[in-house]
């Protein structure tokens, strides 16, 4: 991995209610999967207001007080994507409200891996009209089918980096697409750049449930994990560690 480790400590301050992703301020915010919450007024997401090229004006898309209650968004906590019908209603309905203000400008999905960028990708592409693009997918294609473990086997994470910043200069120029990057796309700040161009969107979920999920599906796809030691939640929390940590 590219980015050095960090304290544990550190985590939280990045990836818990923050707004601060590897380094960077200001990254829209989507807390998921946070089964038993109290907090009714949770943010599902957090866009610019009015004008979304500010990047310093921000707006709460607040859920309304009777789906919390009702507790729609709690529901896909648990690692049962099945049940994951009122969250997937609630994305389609945010993706109307906010769908005119984004003016065609492409949305990037951070977070870990696991944190569901591709599976709400998919569904929040569709509602907005707009197109859907995995960027892990994309290097894949461009390397001639390569998969992403393959990649990192053969040529190196440094390499594999150097194509997803291709990729990602390549999608920054088009309009209207959600971006589902890899999860340690934030290791490098040549990437914000581009993926400014367009809406950040931060995906946030905690490590017991990207624990579970990672658990669920096993990291064939995912080499970063693919060292010896450790549980699931020890892997993705050592790995949460090391891309939460600032790039120099
Ligand atoms: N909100 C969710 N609740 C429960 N499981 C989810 C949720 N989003 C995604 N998953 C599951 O977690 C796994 C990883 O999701 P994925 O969308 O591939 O994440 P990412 O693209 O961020 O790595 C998949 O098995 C998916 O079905
Ligand atoms: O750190 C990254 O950039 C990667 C994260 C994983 O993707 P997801 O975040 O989609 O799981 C996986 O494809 C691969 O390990 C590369």
Redesign the pocket.
């Known amino acids: 991995m590219e980015a050095t480790c960090g304290a544990a400590s550190q985590l939280s301050t990045f990836l818990i209610g923050s707004k601060s992703i590897g380094g960077k301020q200001n990254v829209a915010v989507v807390p998921l999967n946070q089964r038993g919450s109290k907090d009714c007024k949770r943010k599902i997401c957090c866009l610019p207001r009015k004008n979304l090229c500010t990047r310093q004006r921000r707006f709460d898309l607040a859920l309304p007080h009777s789906c919390c209650q009702a507790q729609a968004i709690t529901i896909l906590e648990s690692g049962n994507f099945y049940a994951s019908f009122n969250e997937d209603w609630l994305l389609k309905n945010k993706a109307k409200e906010v769908g005119s203000r984004l003016k065609g400008r492409s949305i990037f999905l951070l977070?870990?891996?696991?944190?569901g960028?591709?599976t709400v990708g998919r569904i929040l592409s569709e509602a907005l009209g707009y197109s859907f693009v995995?960027s892990?997918a994309y290097v894949e294609q461009t390397m001639g089918g390569t998969s992403?473990?393959q990649i990192?086997e053969q040529r190196g994470e440094s390499f594999?980096r150097d194509e997803?910043s291709a990729v990602l200069r390549k999608l920054s120029l088009v309009p209207r697409q959600v971006v589902?990057?890899?999860?340690?796309?934030v290791v490098r700040p040549i990437n914000w750049k581009f993926m400014r161009q367009g809406i950040t969107v931060f995906l946030d979920v905690p490590l017991d449930a990207l624990a579970r999920r990672i658990a669920a599906v096993g990291t064939d796809?995912?080499?970063?994990?693919h060292f010896d030691s450790g549980d699931p939640y020890t892997k993705v929390a050592i790995n949460s560690i090391k891309?939460s940590k600032p790039p120099h």
Do not use: H, N, Y
């Not at 977070?111 to 944190?115: A, D, F, K, P, T």
């Not at 796809?221 to 994990?225: A, D, I, M, T």
């Open positions: 977070g870990m891996m696991g944190s960028k591709t995995d892990d992403v473990a990192f594999f997803e589902a990057t890899g999860g340690g796309v796809s995912r080499p970063l994990l891309i």
